[in-house]
């Protein structure tokens, strides 16, 4: 049965910032998460401006709803993935580079973000594998290597434009 549209709030129960529909969607195409977080996680970014039909679908239904995974895979779907954990790494990839391409993280941070998913790439495959490998060892050189951070950077920059090709995905402009 549906619910109501009641504001969530704006930050996780350990203090975080807003956890993104989209991230979380991909996410549960892994076998650790659950799907029962979307409607309330549809529902915040309803509350912060976000808005689109797949968005209100799933915020207006209920923990149990036959037609939430529906919704999810069509919101994956229209990212550029399928309802697979291969299509959730395409999303995943294509938010991270994008935010590092948009100069909205440092690439440190990105760089450990997309290579932190390694583990699924390994089990699932697919053409980002190497390039997530390729990112987790600029990452740690960038640790162990202060002085080539800069040189670095460049390379992990060139990696997630590989790896997310063309199509970016900026959450703040996500109307799905």
Do not use: K
Not at 52 to 81: C, F, K, M
């Amino acid at each position: 049965m549906p619910t109501a549209i009641n504001p969530a709030p704006a930050t996780d129960s350990q203090g975080h910032g807003r956890r993104a529909l989209v991230i979380e969607a991909a996410h549960t195409y892994f076998p650790e998460a659950g799907i029962e977080d979307l409607p309330a996680l549809a529902r915040e970014e309803i509350v912060v401006g976000l808005d689109g039909r797949l968005r209100r679908g799933i915020a207006a239904s209920g923990t149990d709803d036959p037609t939430l995974p529906l919704l999810r895979d069509e919101l994956v779907a229209q990212l550029g993935g399928t309802a697979d954990a291969t299509g959730a790494l395409t999303v995943i990839d294509r938010v991270y580079a994008g935010r590092l391409l948009r100069h909205q993280v440092p690439p440190i941070i990105a760089a450990r973000c997309l290579a932190w998913y390694g583990y699924w790439r390994s089990n699932n495959g697919g053409p980002s594998l190497a390039a997530a490998e390729a990112l987790s060892h600029a990452a740690d050189a960038w640790v162990a290597q202060p002085s080539r951070r800069p040189e670095l950077d460049t390379e992990i920059i060139a990696t997630a434009q590989l790896l997310a090709g063309a199509q970016l995905i900026a959450l703040e402009d996500v109307a799905v």
